[in-house]
């Protein structure tokens, strides 16, 4: 099997995508995962969370890196069979609200550069919020 291609690199707004089913498996703890040979979904990683939608008739709930193996698409609902066609919807609104927060930190992390000389060590994505460590060693309320 080889590598899932990534659609995303090629196009941030794509939401909707034709794809093949290459493999399906079932986790100990009973989730069904889904590796498809194209995919629109941004698997977890840099700091910004996976994104969600549908994969046919099923919920995708995660989406994880597995390098060479692919992109597990982990799923909710009915589990297609090997050499499905299959029909993946990403959740606009969550992606783009993660777009937004990663410009965001970009923007912001420049400033802290030009203004304190202090670089970005981390960034990170959560629900509501996101964090950004910066190297700032004597920091003030200023």
């Known amino acids: 099997m080889g590598a ?29 995962a889904v590796t498809l ?8 990683g840099g700091g910004q969370p996976n994104d969600t939608g549908t994969l046919g008739d099923a919920r995708v709930v995660d989406c994880i890196d597995v390098e060479e193996a692919g992109v597990l698409h982990i799923i909710q609902g009915p589990a297609p069979e090997i050499g499905d066609p299959v029909v993946g919807k990403v959740d606009w609104l969550r992606r783009l609200d993660h777009m937004q927060q990663h410009t965001g930190q970009h923007i912001l992390s420049a400033a802290f550069v030009k203004l304190f000389d202090a670089p970005t060590r981390s960034f990170r994505v959560l629900g509501h919020d996101c964090d950004i460590d910066v190297a700032l060693d004597d920091p003030t309320d200023d």
Do not use: M
């Open 4 to 32: 899932t291609e990534r659609l995303y690199y090629d196009d941030s707004r794509l939401l909707e995508f034709d794809a093949r089913v290459v493999r399906v498996s079932e986790g100990e703890d009973g989730q069904i």
């Open 37 to 44: 040979d194209r995919t629109a979904f941004y698997p977890t």
